[in-house]
């Protein structure tokens, strides 16, 4: 795998630049907002273009905020009017997204070494588990963080 330095506000024109070469390719996953199932400097997402006719529940996009910031989210609703709605496994908080900010879609996670498709039985269980327990997500997440927490004093 070809690695990139670049600062921050050249990742995004670099990955646009890959992303719109129909290759697949990798990123290191930043940020906790889709813990616990993808680790930031853990897991590698490979993104590939998407077409908006092809995008269903539980995807999970890479998408640039009006700010500029990219962000990796999963689709939570489809709506009619052609935006989407998405947020982080750890986040309740539904944001939306129209179909022009959207630059790909993962298509498959790395980790430990060990590739799957995002489409795998594996991660379709884990998003179809993680999505039952949505009243429960922040008593969760609270106890996982601190179990984080706790283990990374050791």
């Given at each position: 795998?070809e690695?990139?330095n670049?600062a921050?506000?050249?990742?995004?024109?670099?990955?646009?630049?890959?992303?719109?070469?129909e290759s697949q390719?990798?990123?290191?996953v930043?940020?906790?907002?889709?813990?616990p199932f993808?680790?930031?400097?853990r897991?590698?997402?490979?993104?590939?273009?998407?077409e908006?006719?092809?995008?269903?529940k539980?995807?999970?996009?890479?998408?640039?905020?009006?700010?500029?910031?990219?962000?990796?989210?999963?689709?939570?609703?489809?709506?009619?009017?052609t935006?989407?709605?998405?947020?982080g496994?750890?986040?309740?908080?539904?944001?939306t997204v129209?179909?022009?900010q959207?630059?790909?879609k993962v298509?498959?996670?790395?980790?430990?070494?060990?590739?799957?498709?995002?489409?795998s039985?594996?991660?379709?269980?884990?998003?179809?588990?993680?999505?039952?327990?949505?009243?429960?997500?922040p008593?969760?997440m609270?106890?996982?963080f601190?179990?984080?927490?706790?283990?990374?004093?050791?």
């Amino acid at each position: 795998m070809e690695k990139f330095n670049c600062a921050g506000s050249e990742i995004s024109t670099t990955i646009e630049e890959l992303i719109s070469e129909e290759s697949q390719i990798p990123l290191y996953v930043s940020g906790s907002s889709m813990n616990p199932f993808l680790i930031s400097r853990r897991d590698i997402v490979w993104l590939r273009k998407c077409e908006y006719k092809s995008l269903k529940k539980g995807d999970i996009l890479l998408f640039r905020r009006r700010d500029g910031a990219l962000v990796l989210h999963r689709v939570r609703k489809i709506c009619p009017d052609t935006s989407i709605l998405v947020s982080g496994d750890a986040q309740k908080q539904l944001e939306t997204v129209d179909r022009c900010q959207i630059l790909a879609k993962v298509s498959d996670i790395e980790r430990k070494g060990k590739k799957r498709s995002a489409d795998s039985l594996y991660w379709r269980f884990i998003r179809t588990f993680w999505g039952a327990l949505s009243p429960l997500r922040p008593f969760i997440m609270r106890l996982w963080f601190h179990f984080r927490k706790i283990n990374n004093k050791r």
